[in-house]
């Protein structure tokens, strides 16, 4: 029913930048946050940042600072601009949307695959 597609993952030097995309796609009325988490390895999953429909947002403290979330509602894609990166930004990042679907009256959540995010030099 939904699809949460994720991209600009890649390798990238410390002190460098990624922009990460996610485009949501389905049966949706609306949604009302979306988000990125990032899980590295041998970790928990964590929050890195969330933006809701009205253009509220939280960041986790490591990110606060470099990277900014924004959205843009009329394509239910959300982004997260990563500038100064370190090695311990590496991780396998995901997607999150809480939303509407058609014809439902409580939100819901999905998740996508996860794009991967190294930063080495």
């Known amino acids: 029913q939904v699809q949460l597609v994720e991209s600009g993952g890649g390798l990238v030097q410390p002190g460098g930048s990624l922009r990460l995309s996610c485009a949501a796609s389905g049966t949706i009325r609306s949604i009302h946050t979306m988000g990125w988490y990032r899980q590295a390895a041998g970790k928990e999953r964590e929050l890195v940042a969330v933006i809701t429909s009205g253009g509220s947002t939280i960041y986790a403290d490591s990110v606060k600072g470099r990277f900014t979330i924004s959205r843009a509602n009329a394509k239910n894609t959300v982004y997260l601009q990563m500038n100064s990166l370190k090695p311990e930004d590496t991780a396998l990042y995901y997607c999150?949307?809480?939303?509407?679907?058609?014809?439902?009256?409580?939100?819901?959540?999905?998740w996508g695959q996860g794009t991967q995010v190294t930063v080495s030099s």
């Open positions: 999150n949307a809480n939303l509407f679907l058609v014809g439902m009256i409580t939100t819901r959540m999905y």
